[in-house]
């Protein structure tokens, strides 16, 4: 019998999830193992889509540059709902750095994730087959099968990031609850000779549904729906002729299309694990859930899920957290993937409409998207910049109900802001979280001897028990602020970026999540309250 290979934490599947679940590891030290049962990355292009939230997270983990250099940003949708103009959903309404749906191949997407974890000193082992999973209060046992031989894993920790038909899910008895929605997809990467457009082109009418996406090559990705060819019997092949058959039929004025990168049939389903986390394993990705591909939400939601698992086990294996803060990833992720299930179920019971309902979906469609109002709220929510956990229980009780109205509380996203220290090295918020993790702003308006001294404080208590895991900032509106130290940095709120936009009013304490969410805004000046506070934070 070969010998166990212990690791803190065991990630299984090397996808898009699995690899950001490795270099959110890595970026923090934490001692894992990733192991992928494909020898060789995928090279198809799959998921095309990234949101403006998942650039975010990207930028957090430090990795953005390399993105944005590989792909381009989309503009936005034309939808054709009928009669000759087509409605627009501009993007620039996103509330972010990156307002527009960023197009690159999901195998690109891989790759970058991939290079950087290796360029950091990760690696993903390739060819380890998962042939059994066990798990105790221990933590979890692994048996992977390698060139034949078979290898013992055990870890404190396991990461579920293995897809739809997930081993870990299946040998631990987790339910994968929804139903198959009954339809089929056809898809193809193609070439579009005579068509040039560089924003998502979407056709909806009696015939079926069609979208494209267009590359940063030139070519396209085609995708859609034909009614003609529902309810026949389930085939993964397509051709370019049956492509350009349903192309023909669906569209007005079609296009010819040449040279297939990629052809291919797909079915949908929703479904959900009741819980994202069962005893040590967490679920991730398209382990956790799955839906269809309407919204480009699928890749982003297991991004996401990866960023928001890998600081709380870094916290925990390091002692800073108890193993129950570890919960708050099922209680805050699950809730958002519930929810773009829904939504993406919605959304395809719209799309099959047809006949008067389906003229009825046009006509308000086409009403509706006449309003920038409206056009902005659906920008912003597919770009999952709204996705927040102000709702969780734990979220809930580190509330402070004496902060002004437009404060943000426990669990909003942090947007990104200018802060001003001296004029020569400012700094925006975002790779100011990338560099610290967890930051703690104190707003001590101008000079005031009392906060200075709360702020000293509360810093000596945290740099006793949490060492080096915060870094805690002075804010004041400007002018000369002389401390007796040069511990903690002094932004000055000129902008009053941070009064208008976070809500920080003199003595407030904002304490943010290396996930660039607020883990708790408090008026307390009270440094041993402060720090029984970052106990329930933390708890």
């Not at 650039?55 to 957090?60: A, K, W």
Request: glycine letters at 10%; a negative charge; hydrophobic letters at 35%.
């Amino acid at each position: 019998m070969s010998s166990v290979i212990e690791t803190d934490v065991l990630i299984i599947g090397a996808g898009p999830s699995g690899l950001m679940a490795a270099n959110e590891l890595q970026k923090r030290e934490v001692d894992f193992i990733c192991l992928e049962k494909k020898a060789e990355p995928s090279d198809l292009s799959k998921a095309l889509g990234i949101q403006a939230r998942t650039l975010e997270m990207f930028e957090l983990l430090g990795i953005h540059k390399s993105f944005l250099k590989k792909g381009y940003p989309g503009p936005g949708a034309k939808l054709h709902l009928g009669g000759e103009k087509p409605s627009l959903v501009e993007l620039y309404h996103i509330k972010s750095r990156y307002p527009y749906l960023f197009i690159i191949p999901q195998s690109e997407t891989e790759a970058i994730l991939e290079d950087h974890l290796e360029s950091s000193g990760g690696t993903v082992e390739r060819e380890h087959e998962v042939v059994e999973v066990l798990q105790s209060d221990q933590g979890v046992y692994v048996t992977a099968k390698h060139e034949g031989e078979l290898k013992n894993y055990f870890a404190k920790y396991l990461i579920s990031c293995d897809g739809v038909h997930s081993k870990v899910r299946k040998d631990l008895g987790v339910d994968f609850i929804g139903k198959d929605e009954g339809f089929t997809f056809f898809l193809g990467d193609v070439d579009i000779p005579d068509f040039n457009e560089i924003y998502i082109d979407m056709t909806l009418n009696d015939h079926g549904a069609i979208a494209f996406f267009p590359y940063a090559d030139g070519s396209y990705r085609v995708v859609g729906m034909d009614r003609a060819k529902q309810g026949l019997p389930q085939k993964d092949s397509l051709s370019l002729e049956e492509l350009q058959e349903s192309m023909n039929r669906i569209l007005p004025v079609s296009y010819e299309v040449k040279n297939p990168k990629w052809l291919t049939y797909f079915g949908t389903a929703h479904r959900q694990v009741p819980s994202y986390r069962t005893g040590r394993v967490f679920f991730v990705g398209d382990a956790a859930h799955i839906h269809n591909p309407l919204g480009g939400q699928g890749m982003n939601l297991g991004l996401q899920d990866a960023s928001n698992l890998g600081w709380k086990l870094d916290a925990v294996l390091k002692g800073y957290a108890k193993d129950s803060f570890l919960n708050s990833y099922h209680e805050e992720r699950s809730p958002i993937g519930a929810d773009i299930l829904k939504e993406t179920s919605t959304m395809l019971k719209i799309i099959n409409l047809d006949g008067i309902e389906g003229k009825i979906r046009n006509w308000t469609g086409k009403a509706a998207l006449t309003q920038s109002w409206i056009e902005g709220i659906v920008a912003n929510r597919l770009s999952h910049v709204y996705n927040e956990y102000t709702k969780t229980a734990g979220n809930k009780a580190l509330r402070d109900f004496s902060l002004s109205r437009g404060a943000l509380q426990a669990g909003k996203r942090i947007p990104d802001h200018l802060l001003f220290f001296d004029g020569t090295n400012d700094e925006r918020l975002y790779p100011l979280i990338q560099k610290h993790g967890y930051l703690c702003f104190i707003y001590i308006d101008a000079q005031n001897q009392e906060l200075i001294d709360y702020a000293y404080a509360f810093y000596e208590k945290v740099k006793e028990k949490y060492a080096n895991l915060f870094k805690i900032f002075l804010v004041a509106k400007g002018g000369t602020v002389r401390t007796d130290g040069d511990e903690l940095p002094i932004i000055y709120d000129v902008h009053r970026d941070l009064k208008k936009g976070l809500g920080m009013e003199k003595g407030n304490t904002l304490i943010i999540r290396p996930d660039g969410h607020v883990a708790f805004h408090e008026t307390s000046t009270d440094a041993e309250a402060m720090m029984d506070k970052l106990a329930r934070f933390f708890s």
